[in-house]
């Protein structure tokens, strides 16, 4: 059984931070709230005073005396030497404006780890006082690459926020996350200065869940939340600004075909997705409508985790053929497919997208244990062994 005080360590995230404080002189987290943003800032702090020597300076914006040391942020962050760490900065965003001359010191006296959840005004302070200063680091919630492969049917069915992940129970892993969907809509979305009435959100973002990895249409959804597709808009936004849904951009060609040029839409959790559509279980999941869709969005999320998502698209044509995530890696274009079935074979859409796109290969993706050819091109591989993959098992598809 799980214990709620167990750490899990997080090496690919640690190591990139790392890398990151001794490159930048801001380096910024950036995630949904309850994804281990602290418990990781904490682990890398003892690391760097180990290595560096230098003292640590922790500013939780949570707390109202971190708050207060911060109402004069020049006097407090000037002196300061080694590492500061600020965290939920969204509280005081300002702090950005601070940041900037502090981060073109010559001689860099101070190394800044800056931790917030997402959101568009957060984004927004970040890249118009910081340019040129931060390096970026997304922290999602836990990878399959942090635990063991046994492991994969409890983080497909309770997500991967750490809390929902080491509950004692599945009970109160459910417990846990209709708490968190609660606390995001009912303080966290205000306190990014967001007036949206919590039901109303709460019922959009039900809604999108059961259109979860479907084409975005704002009109359709519009009218049943009986409201302007300005105004679904505007809440997928904020949802996509706060980490809970991912708007996966289409990619499209000079074909002649005519391609959809929509968005898909995920719930990034599928915890989070299963709270949603109430399935508490991996019984309940496997009888349910969604069953495939949400294995896809699981599935996409774990492999965007571990090889990136700063060129990733879905492509898809009038006529049905589709491919459900392209990357573009290396002057090589990568296909995945995701099917949750027990022996995944070669399917007319994949052929097209091979054809049409000038793939090097395509992985499909499955929940089984066996890794197989069924193309020169194709290969099905098992989930938990996406975290080998490695730009070499492409390589000889290279055209």
Partial sequence: MQQQSKLIPRPRLMKQVLQALNEAPVTVLLGARQTGK??????????????????????DLERAASRAALETPEITLEPLRGLVVIDEIQRIPQLFETLRPLADRREIPARFLVLGSASP???RGVSESLAGRAL?????????????????????????????????????????????????????????GIRVPSETL????????????????????????????????????ILAGGYMVRVLPPWFENLKKRQVKSP??????????????????????????????????FALEQVLTLIGSDSAYFWSTQRGAELGLLIFRDSLRWGFEF????????????????????????FVVYPG??????????????????????????SQWQR
């Fill in 202 to 237: 709460r019922r959009f973002w039900i809604m999108l869940a059961h259109y979860h990895g479907q084409t975005w249409n704002a009109s359709e959804l519009s009218r049943s939340l009986g409201a302007s597709p300005k105004t679904a808009h505007y809440y997928r936004d």
């Fill in 38 to 59: 602290t418990t990781l800032a904490q682990m890398v702090a003892k690391i760097f005073d180990k290595q560096a020597g230098a003292k640590v300076h922790h500013f």
């Fill in 369 to 394: 244990k066996e890794r197989y050819r069924i193309h020169e091109k194709v290969e099905v591989l098992p989930l938990f062994q996406c975290i080998h993959l490695q730009k070499t098992e492409v």
């Fill in 121 to 123: 005004g957060l984004v």
């Fill in 264 to 297: 898909k839409i995920y719930i990034r959790d599928s915890g989070l997705l299963h709270t949603l559509l109430e399935i508490k279980d991996m019984v309940s999941l496997r009888s349910h409508p969604r069953y495939g869709a949400s294995w896809e969005g």
């Fill in 136 to 192: 970026f680091i997304p922290v999602s919630s836990l990878a399959l690459d942090e635990l063991d492969t046994d492991s994969q049917d409890t983080l497909w069915i309770r997500g991967g926020f750490p809390r929902s992940w080491l509950a004692p129970s599945d009970g109160a892993s459910r417990r846990w996350r209709k708490a968190f969907i609660a606390t995001f809509l009912e303080r966290d979305i205000p306190q990014l």
């Fill in 339 to 362: 099917k949750c079935s027990d022996a995944p074979s070669m399917t007319k859409s994949i052929h097209i997208a091979l054809h049409d796109l000038s793939l090097d290969g395509i």
